[in-house]
């Protein structure tokens, strides 16, 4: 079975501070690794997606990576703000099927 | 350009009891699909629709969850009866074809607390 292992469960750091959330995958053949960002009582948002030939991804304040080979992806905040406090949900998509699989997210707090 | 609509936002019933929900998805998009949420977890796949047919509902509890997309553009879930452990956020999300390059763009969700 397919899984997408996110870690830490949550974590919480100081305004203007950097963060790293990790997300280690099983998902066999890969498409493509998506960052979502899920503010509290909203839908998830696109943040970043990146396809087996990218390393990393940038919007804004957020920095994604990607090594396909260790099947391992990381999102790092740069300079948080207090609206940066969501859960950040990692997204693996399969070749074959397109089928997703989500990770269970990880909450960050940031606090002034 | 609007984005995913859902209906209602909150909804509080007792098990047993029969509920709805319903999803508005952006103009053109022909693929459209209901996850199920549970507190602290990612969203997991109940229904995919491409149009008004069903491309994966393997993950539907089929004996008590439906859902339907009839004309190809709204659609409905539905839970009859509901048990204590279908409280959850219930989210609807749309993309423009069924592809893995398509970004799936999200409703706010229906928060279901079954008492």
């Known amino acids: 079975k397919n899984q997408v292992e996110q870690s830490p469960q949550s974590l919480i750091i100081l305004e203007g501070k950097n963060c790293t959330l990790q997300?280690?995958?099983?998902?066999?053949?890969?498409?493509?690794l998506r960052w979502y960002k899920q503010d509290t009582g909203r839908g998830p948002v696109s943040l970043t997606i990146?396809?087996?030939?990218?390393n990393t991804k940038s919007n804004g304040r957020y920095t994604a990576t990607l090594d396909a080979d260790t099947k391992q992806s990381s999102l790092h905040i740069t300079a948080s703000q207090l609206s940066d406090s969501a859960s950040y949900i990692c997204?693996?998509?399969?070749?074959?099927?397109?089928?997703?699989?989500f990770g269970a997210g990880t909450t960050v707090t940031v606090r002034a | 350009e609007a984005g995913v609509a859902q209906s209602p936002r909150y909804k509080i019933i007792e098990k047993r009891q029969s509920v709805a929900f319903w999803c508005n998805p952006i103009?053109?998009?022909?693929?459209l699909y209901w996850y199920q949420q549970i507190l602290g977890q990612g969203p997991k796949l109940l229904i995919q629709?491409?149009?008004?047919?069903?491309?994966?509902d393997s993950q539907l509890p089929k004996d008590r969850f439906s859902a339907e997309r009839l004309k190809g553009v709204d659609s409905t879930l539905k839970i009859q009866p509901a048990k204590l452990e279908d409280s959850a956020v219930y989210l609807c999300?749309?993309?423009?074809?069924?592809?893995?390059?398509?970004?799936?763009?999200f409703g706010p969700g229906t928060r279901l607390l079954v008492l």
């Open positions: 999300a749309s993309s423009f074809r069924e592809t893995g390059g398509e970004t799936q763009y």
């Open positions: 997300c280690n995958y099983t998902v066999s053949p890969f498409s493509n």
């Open positions: 990146m396809t087996f030939s990218e």
């Open positions: 997204v693996v998509t399969e070749l074959n099927d397109y089928k997703l699989s």
């Open positions: 103009s053109g998009h022909a693929t």
């Open positions: 629709f491409q149009n008004n047919g069903v491309v994966d």
